[in-house]
């Protein structure tokens, strides 16, 4: 086991965000591994999450990003409870990445609650149509796996983070939570891109 000195838990703080006394106990529970405390600072941060989840989020901040010299536009919207966490860097950075995530991913919705039904119905049908002839048993799954995946493709919070694949938009969010203790709310995006609507939701 290693010995938890003040250099490992600064080091674990620098790293993850968290706070000192929680990154001490992290390290102390998983016997001074930085790798198992960081993920142990991650399920903290998920279970935290999940209970802030309800908790209005009345401050935030609208962050912009401008890609490709100027052909690429975006505005995003984030919501969090408190001016005081608004300010802070970690916050700045996560709205930042997110602006930037849209211009690269350009996402259509925040999250599948907002897809049109008709939406969903026709993409349902195209898959149905693609894979006709198939058992009924087999054919559902098939179905429900194609627009799972359409989902993930179109759906900022589903999306794979541009920067790490490993982790979705909304692991982000939740890791961020962990960290700053408030609720965070992605609210919506305006995505532009020169000689093309705009996609905004």
């Known amino acids: 086991m290693a010995e938890i000195t003040a ?6 703080r620098d790293t993850s965000g968290a706070g000192m006394m929680d990154c001490k106990k992290a390290l102390t529970a998983t016997g001074g591994d930085l790798e198992q405390a960081m993920d142990e600072l991650r399920k903290q941060g998920l279970a935290s999450a999940q209970k802030k989840s ?15 010299g100027g052909k690429i536009g975006v505005l995003v919207e984030v919501g969090v409870e408190t001016d005081f966490v608004s300010r802070s860097d970690q916050f700045k950075e996560f709205t930042h990445d997110l ?5 690269a991913a350009a996402p259509r919705w925040v999250t599948r609650d907002q897809v049109p039904d008709e939406v969903v119905a ?4 195209i898959y149905a149509e693609q894979v006709k002839g198939k ?7 098939i179905v429900t796996g194609k627009l799972e995946k359409f989902f993930a493709e179109t759906c900022l919070m589903e999306q794979a983070f541009i ?3 490993d982790r979705t938009i909304e ?3 939740t ?7 408030e609720n965070v709310e992605v609210r919506r995006f305006a995505r532009f891109q020169l000689g093309e609507m705009g996609a905004e939701a």
């Open 122 to 125: 026709r993409e349902k049908a």
């Open 135 to 141: 058992p009924e048993n087999v054919l559902e799954k």
């Open 99 to 103: 602006a930037m995530h849209v211009a």
């Open 163 to 165: 920067k790490d694949s």
């Open 7 to 12: 250099a490992l838990v600064k080091e674990l």
């Open 175 to 181: 890791d961020l939570v962990g960290v700053i203790g």
């Open 54 to 68: 309800s908790r209005a989020t009345k401050d935030g901040r609208v962050d912009s990003y401008i890609h490709a």
């Open 171 to 173: 692991q982000l969010r």
